[in-house]
């Protein structure tokens, strides 16, 4: 039997260890599809070993990234001066462009606001962000995780929605003291509920093995088409409701679950570059102080606006006929080529007929009434 | 007369490392690994921890020190993804067994012998996740993407031959 080990010793040491880590894969998996399925947080004990890992990695990852940063400060704030000039005019000219678009849409946002409240609509509000840094990746192609240089301490918890200005880029997952780990949209283990902008349809967005952004729990629909925007549908209690997500790329059958189509999401927010984001750590029903301020300064805006327009248009000379200045108040303006109708109606009697140009004794108004007719008399021949 | 040696080729070849080189190679090599793709995010597709794994198995031709060298890194590397820990522990695990045991069969300071090793281990490792992934941990969404698995296979070759150079300074013979 000795021998038998000792013969065997190399094939029967990695035998054991493989068999030991199969053991602890059955052990990681069970629990993670039972209670949060595969994108929550570890459990206990895997998230400690987690834990030194991260913890042995990430200082490192801190000093790699601060060093990175200063030399790109020191290069974009002192030394690659080109164009800044030119960059800031256009600037310039973008924020007044959008202030008017800001106070053009000011209307339509009070309008809808007043439309949700007398509806009971519930809307969340982003009221709190933290913003972090991207310090590092997990180092694998197939694994959509990165790590930010922000944890427990700064009020992460897991689950927390991560956007940038462009759009959503994922969530939390495993959240440490200094660090926290951010699942990207294209991790195959993501997901988020999502609402196409023209045509309502909800839909549950996942990522891909091959790091693809797809939405495949939809029959084929004919409404659907490629260039559609995607915004996340606040279904999913992770992400609120009405955030860019990306466009749609294209709609294909998808081969592994038919009837359904795979509907390839191009991501608003760069997935692969990402520097800086923002976590979301508190929504709220009612629009948060800072937020009614700007919509009040973009409703007064564009209240000026309209006056400005309206004083233009009185300036301008007028295209009204005469007829229609005289008229007395309560009076309803009639064509000129029209006979009788409803007042008050447009179109709504006989058009008048158009004056003869060569009248004959069939032309309107030739014929005498009936009271000057004698019977048995000739009719009179029309007078030229 | 001439005379005659009676030791093996593995007691020959057989080379070993200093403890800071064991540690410190394996660990840059994660680093380079968790870092290089912020910046260059094609780089994601090298695996530059199990080039050290294979370079460790075959200098050192132990078939456990290979094994074991192949599932910590592995392990580590488990620790940054977020997959359960062993997917690459076993993978690793495996490649440095059999990395340790051709290593006894064949010239591994050849320069085609390198490289076919090391195009061949990042196949084979491709494979294996696959196998793990797919039966293990049953995710059917999992696909093999052939031409994608080549060119990781490629580019982990053409990083790996100068790296190798590199670590040969750092072996001692035991």
Known sequence: MDSFFVRFKNPLVLIAIVLAQTIGLAIQVQPSRTSNGPTGPDGKKTSLLRYWTVAVVTPFERVIHGSSLNVRHLWSSYIDLRHAREQSQAAQLEIARLRLEQASFAEDAAQGRRLQALLAFKQQYITSTVAAQVIGTSGADHSGLLYLDKGLDEGLKPGQAVITPDGVVGKLRDVFPHTAQLLLLNDPTSGAGVLLESTRIRGILRGTATGSVQINNLTPDSRIKPGEKVFTSGGDLVYPRGLPVGVIESIAPDPLHQPYTAIVVHPAANLLRLEEVLIITGTSSTMPAAAQQDAAIAGAAAEENKRAADLIAEKLPSLKKEDTDNAKPGDTPKPPDQIGGVPGVPNSGLPRPQPTLHPDRYSPGTTPSAEDLKPGAPATPPQP | ?174
């Not at chain 2, 370079?55 to 620790?79: C, N, W, Y």
């Not at chain 2, 797919?134 to 052939?146: A, H, Q």
């Open chain 2, 1 to 174: 007369m001439a005379e005659h040696s009676y030791t093996s080729r593995r007691e020959l070849d057989q080379y070993g490392f200093h403890p800071a080189v064991t540690l410190l190679v394996p660990v840059v090599c994660i680093l380079l690994q968790v870092v290089l793709p912020k910046t260059f995010p094609r780089l994601a597709v090298l695996d530059l921890p199990l080039i050290a794994v294979i370079f460790f198995s075959v200098a050192r031709r132990s078939q456990i020190a290979g094994t074991v060298t192949g599932t910590l890194i592995g392990l580590f590397q488990d620790g940054l993804t977020n997959h359960p820990f062993g997917v690459n522990g076993i993978a690793k695990g495996i490649i440095g067994y059999i990395a340790a045991s051709i290593g006894f069969a064949v010239d591994v300071e050849n320069l085609v012998n390198r490289i076919a090793l090391n195009f061949c281990f990042s196949l084979l490792q491709s494979g294996l996740l696959y196998l793990i992934a797919r039966w293990l941990l049953g995710d059917p969404t999992v696909r093999l993407l052939p031409v994608h698995e080549l060119i990781r296979a490629a580019s982990n070759t053409v990083v790996a031959i100068p790296m190798f150079y590199m670590l040969d300074r750092f072996r001692t013979r035991e």
